[in-house]
Nanobody, 122 residues
Framework: QVSLVESGGGSVQAGGFLRLSCAAS????????MGWFRQALGKEREGVAS???????NYADSVKGRFTVSQDNAKNTLYLQMNGLSPDDSAIYYC????????????????WGRGTQVTVSS
């Protein structure tokens, strides 16, 4: 069992930035993929970024160049640095964990956090 707890969401103005954190605990293993997903009101969940234990990262086209995913292994924490935020980035952001290095599709992720709200005003 793996527990994921997101934090760092909030309300910012367009052009602002936020850093989300995802603290993982439990039976994590050395081979994994962790990802960030988001779901806006009335829209389907979409993948935002992922980072696997073999060092690969992937980003949705909509966030490339603005968002950066990283991790602190000592703290078992995944981060998402979000810069240049726009109202289109407003959503609930979820952290997810997969006990393998395959990061897509979303069904590969077996553990999910409860999410943190990000609201960007124009």
């Amino acid at each position: 069992q793996v527990s994921l707890v997101e934090s760092g969401g909030g309300s910012v103005q367009a052009g602002g930035f936020l850093r989300l954190s995802c603290a993982a605990s439990g039976n994590t293993i050395s081979t994994y993929c962790m990802g960030w997903f988001r779901q806006a009101l009335g829209k389907e969940r979409e993948g935002v970024a992922s980072l696997s234990s073999d060092g690969r990262t992937n980003y949705a086209d909509s966030v490339k160049g603005r968002f950066t995913v990283s991790q602190d292994n000592a703290k078992n924490t995944l981060y998402l640095q979000m810069n240049g935020l726009s109202p289109d980035d407003s959503a609930i952001y979820y952290c997810a964990y997969a006990p393998w290095t395959t990061c897509w599709p979303a069904t590969k992720f077996t553990y999910w956090g409860r999410g943190t709200q990000v609201t960007v005003s124009s």
